[in-house]
């Protein structure tokens, strides 16, 4: 009697398989620890070593590192369409993101360095005020140098030559 019974897939699928898999394994890998090409710089908190000494804390004699206190917000001067901005203030951060659309939320489609030319468009028709409010972010609608279109952060957008 002859039946055909479901044999086991030959060797040579097996191997594709594994080969498929550990290709998209690589990948992740990848993508997880390369992430996007950005310059950063990290900074480091030092907390100064504590000794107890009768239930009370005492500070060893090693020196305590100081908290870096931000500046008062400065008015932001108003930046009007076709004006040529610069990126400033942003190498902290990692660098700009211009997204999609003016929100947090949106897509980001470049991260620019500091000094890095913009020009400033109309906001389109999707908005009736400019810059656009979002969440406390003015958000200025910028081309670049190459001609991507995106939303940009306006507290990091200075007129050019100032």
């Known amino acids: 009697m002859n039946q055909n019974t479901p044999s086991a897939p030959p060797v040579v699928v097996w191997l594709l398989g594994g080969m498929v898999f550990l290709l998209a394994l690589l990948a992740l890998w990848i993508g997880f620890f390369k992430g996007p090409n950005l310059t950063s710089q990290s900074s480091t908190l030092q907390v100064a070593p504590v000794s107890t000494a009768g239930g009370a804390q005492v500070p060893d004699d090693a020196p305590i590192a100081e908290v870096a206190v931000p500046a008062p917000a400065q008015a932001q001067p108003a930046l009007a369409p076709e004006q040529t901005v610069v990126v400033t203030g942003a190498a902290a951060s990692g660098g ?19 000094d890095t030319v913009l020009t400033i468009l109309d906001p389109s028709g999707d ?10 972010t003015s958000w200025y609608r910028v081309r670049d140098q190459n001609g ?15």
């Open 96 to 114: 700009l993101r211009v997204r999609a659309d003016a929100n947090q939320d949106a897509p980001v489609l470049e991260v620019y360095v500091d």
């Open 127 to 136: 908005y009736s005020t400019y810059p656009v409010q979002n969440n406390g």
């Open 148 to 162: 991507l279109v995106s939303w940009a952060d306006g507290q990091f957008l200075s007129p050019a030559g100032q």
